[in-house]
T-cell receptor
């Protein structure tokens, strides 16, 4: 089954404790992206990757890091989480930015 | 500065009637537009798209209209069904830009 998986689905952590949210796709997509969803703001792009070892900033990259060492994986790293990073996070992939994106089920992160 | 705006947070429609969801954009460089549907506790799923070289695209009950001069697009759902109740996001991208900008979403309620 073609899918995008994210782990964990739910995470509660404390300020400053480094965490990684994993994302994996099995569709051989070149393009992958991370978004956060906040009430009234819709989906905002954090980082995206056009292919292995090629990443770039989206609209809200501050406080986040990404890496793309393999085509199928695109982890999101929060080196020092803060409460304003409490949000619902989605990973997505597509053949390129102009095709429809396939989204993962989301990761709800709470930083206290 | 929101480049993609969905000014109606919610819309309520009777089953069998037409639902019209609107989206405005400010960046004239956008040349590809997409609509996604999102149910609670799930990731967004692609619904329909339109290129800027067209003014209409139809897929079953869903039609998207693009008015480039007004920088406006709309999604028509006819006839509306209770299962269409969801949040609908408008998204825009541009050739070679690789960034995707989403609107804040419109929550559609279809009453039986």
């Amino acid at each position: 089954e073609a899918q995008v998986t994210q782990n964990p689905r739910y995470l509660i952590t404390v300020t400053g404790k480094k965490l990684t949210v994993t994302c994996s796709q099995n569709m051989n997509h070149e393009y992958m992206s991370w978004y956060r969803q906040d009430p009234g703001l819709g989906l905002r792009q954090i980082y995206y990757s056009m292919n292995v070892e090629v990443t770039d900033k989206g609209d809200v990259p501050e406080g986040y890091k990404v890496s793309r060492k393999e085509k199928r994986n695109f982890p999101l790293i929060l080196e020092s989480p803060s409460p304003n990073q409490t949000s619902l996070y989605f990973c997505a992939s597509s053949f390129n930015d102009r095709y429809e994106q396939y989204f993962g089920p989301g990761t709800r992160l709470t930083v206290t | 500065d929101q480049q993609v705006k969905q000014n109606s947070p919610s819309l309520s429609v009777q089953e069998g009637r037409i639902s019209i969801l609107n989206c405005d954009y400010t960046n004239s460089m956008f040349d590809y537009f997409l609509w996604y549907k999102k149910y609670p506790a799930e990731g967004p799923t692609f619904l329909i798209s339109i290129s800027s070289i067209k003014d209409k695209n139809e897929d079953g009950r869903f039609t998207v209209f693009l008015n480039k001069s007004a920088k406006h697009l709309s999604l028509h759902i006819v006839p509306s069904q209770p299962g269409d109740s969801a949040v609908y996001f408008c998204a825009a991208t541009n050739t070679g830009g690789f960034k995707t900008i989403f609107g804040a979403g419109t929550r559609l309620f279809v009453k039986a």
